[in-house]
């Protein structure tokens, strides 16, 4: 495994270097804090592919909020998936809350609008969502994020949070693989 680990990231192809999307994370923090700002907004970190944006989001956000976190996934360290699996739910209450979920990405928008209409359904005041990319696919998605960092073309995509069958996570860069 490890040898192909370090194959697919010898041959991939940097897409956006760290200071772009450093500059795209501040970008969204301000977007964020102009909407959110006096709202006490619960912030739900997406496990595992959010925790990089989550945490390079909440210094940036200069305001009052809480952070739980959120775990449902359709790749479950695989490069593609179908069925959503809920690994686990916040602890923290929604009904009140206005949410912000964070993730890495708007792939296909199955998760996320999985994970939207379930807040809704906990009477979650509002409900946002915050990606640090939003990938081409050249259709209609299901669910359109509020905030988003960069837009992506359509590539099997690795770092800041996203990975590649669990690996390649911590790259600091956005890199597409070589077409597998």
């Known amino acids: 495994m490890l040898n192909e680990i370090k194959q697919i990231e010898q041959d991939a192809v940097l897409l956006h270097d760290e200071q772009a999307v450093e500059a795209a994370l501040d970008k ?18 997406v496990i595992n592919g959010g ?4 945490g390079k989001l909440l210094p940036r956000l200069k305001f009052p909020l809480t952070l739980d976190s959120i775990h ?15 690994l686990f739910k916040p602890s923290t209450p929604l009904k009140g809350r206005n949410v912000l979920i964070v993730d890495d990405i708007l792939d296909e928008g199955h998760t996320l ?16 969502s915050a990606v640090l990319l939003d990938k081409d696919l050249g259709c209609e998605k299901p669910i359109q994020a509020d905030f988003v960092g960069l837009q ?3 590539h099997y995509l690795f770092g800041y949070g996203m990975d590649y069958k669990g690996y390649l996570r911590n790259a600091t860069g956005i890199y597409a693989c070589k077409e597998l």
Request: net charge neutral; hydrophobic share 40%; glycine share 2%.
């Open 72 to 86: 449902a996934s359709r790749y479950r360290n695989q490069t593609s998936g179908s069925e959503i699996h809920w």
């Open 113 to 128: 609008k999985a994970l939207v209409d379930w807040c809704q359904q906990q009477a979650a005041t509002s409900v946002y």
């Open 51 to 54: 925790i990089i944006a989550t």
């Open 28 to 45: 969204m923090a301000i977007e964020i804090t102009h909407q959110l700002t006096d709202k006490n907004p619960l912030i739900l970190c």
């Open 152 to 154: 992506v073309a359509n």
